[in-house]
């Protein structure tokens, strides 16, 4: 380098070429710290994280961060990976797509991680997808459900949960064990994650004999929900199937006692009808709740190895037992230290490639992903029963019967 600048101060150079070589001195040296900032091989390895830390979903964000902080406190415990400590990059998007984008660009160009977990919601999760396929960095979605996050069959996209149509399938499973009702309305949020499980569940309604006898699409974070409600009740439906997140959750099942709209089940797409909070009185519907049954992903009386733990661990830090998003925040950053150390590198290229073969036993049940991207997770069905959610189906892993909704007049 001494050489060059030797050869700038030369008097007889021409301006070009003076200019020319201070070009070259200095792209050689931006291209060298770009090359250790990459990877240097020392300290610690950064994974980055998109999730919803403030706004509607911020409920999940935290569940998130509080899975994730579990993970990483055991991963670092046990060595970290390649020899080195993990540490998290974190990103809000708050709860909003276009954010989760900036958050991407934030991660992947700025800070140069080599992998993103995230987002939260599938409509955040949907926007990550071709951006990160561009980018050339692996995406694991923890909590996306809307299967339409793996239509672009990208090699760079990798989901851990189960989808929406698993959720139908599972509530339409339980539906046939338990009287094999005929008719059935489907209440959504209009955004990726509500139409696709809407869908989905129109879809396996048909196939199972159901009449959908209504459809309701609402805008998220309406200050009433009655009409819609209303128009449901005139329609009778014996089963109803929500695709709601915690706030609106909350509000309908309130609204729903408000205009006496009753049916035999109350059904959900999990989401916020799953969430811990959901049965509270502060943050959920509280008594409301009661009796409303969800497709989920994962409760604690799962057998996979190291459920048990990690629930009574959660539990002594937080208070409350953990609905599902935690579990897969926390299996999802094992996976990916997994992932990294079988890889035996921290390049984007060897993790993609490595989880295209890690198989792991975790807390959320065995993973690993088909070719497609897809970890194929079972949905279990659970029911609000005294504050708690509580399995009630399949019935080799039930814990409780399932109870048919009261009318609200008898509740």
């Excluded at 984008?101 to 071709?130: C, F, I, M, N, T």
């Excluded at 037992?321 to 992932?339: F, G, I, N, T």
Aim: proline letters at 6%; one cysteine or more; glycine letters at 6%.
């Amino acid at each position: 380098m001494a050489l060059f600048h030797r050869s700038l101060a030369l008097p007889y150079l021409p301006l070009t070429l003076r200019a020319a070589l201070s070009l070259l001195v200095l792209s050689a040296a931006a291209c060298h710290r770009g090359q250790e900032a990459k990877d240097s091989g020392s300290g610690p390895v950064k994974i980055g994280v998109i999730t919803a830390i403030t706004g509607t979903q911020a409920a999940f964000g935290q569940a998130h961060q509080r899975g994730y902080a579990f993970a990483l406190e055991e991963i670092n415990a046990e060595g970290g990976v390649l020899g080195r400590p993990v540490s998290l990059d974190t990103y809000d998007d708050q709860s909003k797509p276009d954010i989760a984008l900036q958050g991407a660009s934030k991660l992947v160009d700025q800070d140069q991680v080599p992998v993103v977990l995230g987002s939260y919601s599938s409509e955040s999760s949907l926007a990550l997808v071709p951006t990160m396929t561009r980018k050339q960095v692996p995406l694991l979605m923890p909590t996306a459900t809307a299967d339409n996050v793996m239509e672009q069959k990208s090699a760079w996209v990798f989901r851990l949960c189960a989808g929406s149509g698993d959720y139908a399938a599972a509530i339409i499973g339980f539906l046939k064990s338990h009287g094999s009702p005929k008719t059935l309305a489907i209440i959504y949020e209009n955004t990726n994650f509500g139409q696709s499980n809407a869908a989905a569940m129109r879809k396996a309604a048909a196939a199972s004999g159901m009449t959908v006898v209504d459809e309701e699409a609402y805008s998220a974070g309406s200050p009433s929900y009655s009409p819609m409600l209303q128009r449901v009740k005139e329609k009778k439906p014996e089963i109803l199937y929500f695709a709601s997140y915690l706030l609106d959750a909350t509000t309908l099942m309130r609204q729903s006692r408000q205009v006496d709209l009753n049916a035999r089940f109350f059904t959900a797409a999990g989401t916020g009808f799953s969430a811990a909070e959901f049965p509270t009185d502060d943050k959920g519907a509280g008594k409301d709740a009661e009796y409303t049954i969800a497709a989920s992903q994962w409760v604690p009386q799962v057998k996979w190895p190291g459920a048990k733990e990690f629930d009574e661990k959660f539990l002594a830090k937080h208070g409350a037992h953990p609905a599902y998003h935690a579990v897969q925040a926390y299996a999802a950053l094992k996976v990916v230290a997994a992932a990294i150390n079988e890889a035996k590198s921290a390049e984007p290229a060897a993790i993609r490639d490595s989880l295209r073969k890690v198989h792991v036993e975790s807390a959320f049940g065995p993973i690993h992903f088909a070719e497609n991207g897809q970890n194929p997770h079972p949905v279990v069905i659970t029911q609000v029963q005294k504050g708690k959610h509580v399995v009630v189906w399949p019935e080799d892993i039930a814990v409780a019967p399932v109870l048919d909704a009261p009318p609200w007049s008898a509740r």
